[in-house]
């Protein structure tokens, strides 16, 4: 039986229901696009596999859950979310924790750090930057085929805000620690801004940590704008347990001469689904997108990723890879869309899957789009197991075959994660992959709290 | 330099479509559109017998139910089913028993286009079934063949003489439900060519089928079913023609291969419909359903096609890969200029254990021409040890034309190793001038490049047809090199 109707009654009431309270608490700037964004979603609908950029991903497990209907934090939450640090060993970060996609409230509310850029809640962020947020606020997104963008656009509340006003360099990475922490089934629709303003640079590490058994849905919409000659990378470390759904769009729009990347590490996650688009909308501008996901039990790992050349003399690579055991199934969905306009093109997109078990799966569909003929565009996609010749190597050289398999392994992941820009975690992912890999619970050692 | 170069492109991707003359012969056609009535007048003008019937209106019925898909990233005019001429016979006094009675128009016809229907004149050895617009208008070396046990004819003449062969095979690759335009063929198809190789048979000669469209405003359904019993080979060729009329004609034709236990199936197509004038205006709209099984172990259907026609093409020929140890092969190379559209690939789905599967395919666009790849790679959980090789690559000739690929890899066994991969380019400037410095205009290198691009699918073919179609990718690419 279709469940779908049902979830948009559902979601349909919520709105109804919010529109006279919550929803009308927040900043105008949001409301104003609540109802035509309501309206897509109802005409869009959740997205099945009949929808090509859902054709491997089933959504029904995780929307069929009874959450409670609708989430907004209260204090006590957050002193449990207080306790919570993050200390990785020689990793200088500025970091901050984010409760279910939520801001601490208070003073905290917006700050700016040395050097002059601000992070914070959205709701601040529209009082205080009133016309920066008019000009970025929903302005990135696509939403031509996927509901549940527009159903972040109307119902979402908060999210981060983060502002690299123009020349600003911020040399530590900003960690953001988004926990999930809740006595109830939730569905949270957090929605995010990132400007980094001509000629800034600003690094993001975002990590996902589930604190408490219960159902988790997260639907993420993040708006990025990389201005001229700036610099913007991403690193997401996601690691849930099996009942949290995590669904994110991630819209990056670039201006020319700039450089971004996005990196997205899935260790754990009952169903994970990253969606990056990359708009080099300005002349030599350069993206990359990388990921990684390790999966097992009964999990299922998507990665959706459209690189569109608007501009000329654009580059760009995309580097995805999978692991995939117990009954785990994958998808990777990649787009290269070279327009007419974008002569002098390079782009560049890979896939590699390894499939440890028989009942384990994996879908991919790399594409390629070509409007244009002074390009040079190559995609290849692999799945198959770990290499023979290379386990017989190791072995003739005395290492144990299960010591040899775990090498081979993390070789094959280590391909994306050397990619990470900040070295300090580029070992601590190595280290948490590592252990990931020895099935044992990829946890920081000087970690307080259990997240597995 | 770079206009020069323009230019050369431009004068080598303009050529004319050679095959454009219209046959100035009496022909039975029954009135436009489709209905039941439509159907049973089909059936009953080729005397069919009651179950072929009963197929064909219900594939009608279904194919009511259904509606024209939409996901090929193709831009087609609307069909209107109402002014088609789904029957169309050059009229002849009574079947041709030999040659001599066969009208001379008609064999003129097919001589104009290089199809010698004369066996005696004939030395390559080529057995042809050369069809026009609907109906089969001679098969060559029937005789011959026929001593070695192998069944060679139009499909009209298998229904009447051997119906329990087709009765068992028709629609057993694709069923009349499969998708709109095979059952739109299920239910209309006029003829097409029947061809059985019993057990352990090698059959000595190539077998070709040549088809015509002559009459306007019609539309060719035909419908090709080729058996290949335990440990039979054969080589299957076919190749197509048409008038350049403004108006688009439709074709939409089903093959359907059965390899039976160690048998070996090759299929080479040479797709030269007339591709519409510069502007885009007329064409043959190109919808083929084409699939073959490897029903028993050890078998294997090699698939190669050179599309050069058309104006838009809408085909993937696929192989079922059942028995163990079983093989599919898919050499492409597609060519759209002008505003030709082209949405071909294949489809390879792994059943048996350690079943093999080859994709080539190489896509020229040129003019504003739009060429996409779509594949599927299939492996079922039941599929030991399955292999895959794809590699799609595509040249853009000119800065209007699009290269598209869309491969789609579904893998569900985890010995299975699945390899993809594709590179879109145009031809480079430094190869370009490596060939000027060396004496050769710039129009001579970039036909020397293509055909060295196109070189791996077209050597698949059978040594007369690569000729053929080594030529036609010249002329295909007349004018628009640049």
């Known amino acids: 039986m279709d469940y779908r109707p049902e979830v948009i009654s559902k979601m349909s009431a919520l709105y109804a229901a919010g529109s006279g309270s919550f929803l009308k608490d927040s900043p105008e700037l949001f409301n104003r696009y609540r109802e035509s964004a309501f309206e897509d979603f109802k005409r869009l609908g959740i997205p099945d596999r009949k929808n090509e950029a859902y054709k491997y991903t089933n959504l029904e497990t995780f929307l069929n859950y009874q959450y409670q209907e609708y989430y907004s934090p209260l204090p006590a939450d957050f002193r449990e979310a207080e306790k919570f640090h993050c200390e990785v060993e020689d990793l200088d970060v500025w970091n901050m924790v984010l409760l279910n996609g939520f801001f601490p409230n208070g003073e905290k509310g917006l700050v700016m750090l040395p050097g002059g850029i601000w992070v914070g809640s959205m709701k601040f962020a529209v009082k205080q930057f009133p016309a920066l947020m008019e000009k970025h606020y929903n302005k990135y997104v696509e939403n031509a085929n996927d509901g549940l963008v527009p159903l972040n656009t109307a119902l979402a509340t908060d999210g981060l805000f983060i502002y690299a006003p123009k020349n600003t360099v911020y040399t530590k990475p900003v960690q953001i620690v988004n926990l999930l922490h809740s006595d109830k089934d939730i569905f949270v629709q957090d929605r995010n801004l990132v400007v980094v303003e001509d000629g800034a640079q600003l690094s993001l590490l975002v990590c996902d940590h589930a604190l408490s058994p219960q159902h988790f849905l997260t639907n993420t919409v993040t708006e990025v704008y990389v201005g001229r000659n700036s610099r913007f990378d991403i690193i997401r470390v996601q690691n849930q347990h099996n009942n949290s759904g995590k669904m994110t769009h991630t819209y990056i729009h670039q201006e020319r001469d700039s450089y971004a990347s996005s990196n997205n590490i899935t260790l754990h996650g009952g169903l994970v689904r990253n969606a990056t688009w990359h708009h080099l909308g300005g002349e030599n501008a350069e993206t990359h997108s990388y990921g990684l996901f390790l999966a097992d039990k009964h999990q299922h790992i998507a990665n959706f990723v459209k690189v569109d050349h608007v501009a000329p003399n654009c580059n760009s690579t995309q580097l995805f890879k999978g692991v995939l055991d117990d009954n785990a199934s994958g998808a990777f969905n990649g787009r290269i869309m070279v327009h007419k306009e974008a002569q002098g093109t390079n782009a560049y997109q890979s896939n590699n899957n390894i499939i440890l078990s028989e009942n384990a799966r994996m879908d991919t569909k790399p594409q390629l789009e070509i409007f244009a003929d002074d390009v040079k565009c190559s995609h290849g996609a692999t799945v198959g197991q770990i290499d023979a010749d290379a386990l017989f190597y190791l072995r003739s050289r005395g290492i144990d075959a299960r ?50 | 330099m770079e206009n020069d170069q323009d230019k050369i492109l ?23 559109g489709l209905n039941e009535d439509v159907i049973r007048l089909i059936s009953s003008k080729k005397k069919e017998p009651e179950w072929l019937l009963e197929f064909r209106l219900k594939s009608y019925r279904h194919w009511l139910t259904m509606k024209m898909p939409t996901w090929a990233n193709l831009r087609i005019p609307e069909i209107n089913y109402k002014d088609i001429i789904f029957y169309s016979a050059p009229k002849q006094k009574i079947a041709p028993s030999s040659l001599s009675d066969v009208d001379p128009e008609l064999i003129r016809t097919f001589d104009k286009l290089g199809i010698p229907l004369e066996e005696q004149k004939h030395l390559t050895g080529v057995a042809v079934d050369a069809v026009m617009d609907s109906i089969s208008v001679k098969t060559t070396f029937r005789e011959t063949l026929a001593e070695m046990g192998i069944i060679f004819c139009s499909f009209s003449e298998a229904v009447k003489e051997h119906p329990s062969l087709v009765q068992k095979y028709l629609a057993s690759v694709v069923p009349y439900t499969d998708n709109f335009f095979a059952t739109l063929n299920s239910a209309v198809f006029s003829d097409g060519s029947f061809c059985y190789i019993p057990k352990g048979v090698r059959c000595p000669m190539e077998l070709s089928t040549y088809f015509r469209i002559n009459a306007s405003n019609t539309g060719q359904f035909e419908r090709t079913l080729l058996i290949a019993d335990e440990e039979a080979y054969v080589s299957y060729l076919e190749g197509c023609t048409a008038p350049m009329r403004d108006e688009n004609q439709l074709h939409a034709a089903v093959v359907e ?10 299929y080479s197509t040479v797709q030269n419909w007339y591709p519409g004038d510069k502007d885009g205006k007329g064409g043959i709209l190109n919808f083929v359903t084409k699939r073959g099984i490897c029903k028993g172990d050890d078998s294997k259907i090699s698939w190669t096609q050179v599309e050069t026609g058309s104006a838009i093409t809408w085909k993937y020929p696929s192989c079922i890969l059942r028995g163990n140890n079983s093989t599919g092969e898919f050499y492409s190379v597609a060519v759209t200029n002008n505003h030709q559209q082209a949405d071909t690939g294949t489809k390879m789905i792994h059943i048996g254990k350690n079943t093999k599967s080859t994709i080539l395919s190489k896509g020229i666009s040129a003019g504003f021409g739009q060429n996409s790849y779509r594949g599927l790679v299939k492996v079922l959980s039941k599929a030991e040890g399955a292999r895959n090789f794809s590699q799609c690559d595509s040249l853009l000739l000119g800065d209007k034309c699009g290269a598209h690929t869309f491969p789609y890899i579904e893998v569900d066994n985890p010995s299975a190793i699945v390899e993809h991969e594709a590179t879109t380019s145009r031809i480079g400037e430094d190869q370009i001038f490596y060939c000027n410095q060396r004496g050769i205009s710039t129009e001579d290198a970039i036909g020397l490049i293509v055909n060295g691009y196109a070189r791996e699918v077209i050597n698949k073919l059978p040594m007369e047809f690569a000729v053929e179609a080594q030529k036609l990718l010249q002329i295909s690419l007349e004018g628009s090199v640049g």
């Open chain 2, 10 to 32: 431009n004068d080598v991707t303009s050529g004319e479509y050679k095959f454009g003359f219209v046959t100035d012969i009496e022909s039975d056609s029954i009135p436009a």
């Open chain 2, 257 to 266: 291969i059965v390899a039976e236990c160690g048998a070996e199936v090759k």
């Open chain 1, 403 to 452: 010591e040899a398999r775990l090498m081979l392994m993390f070789g094959f992941a280590h391909e994306v994660i050397q990619n990470i820009p900040i070295e300090a975690l580029r070992d601590r992912i190595d280290n948490l992959v590592h252990q990931r890999l020895r099935g044992e619970l990829s946890r920081c050692a000087s970690c307080a709290i259990q997240c597995n």
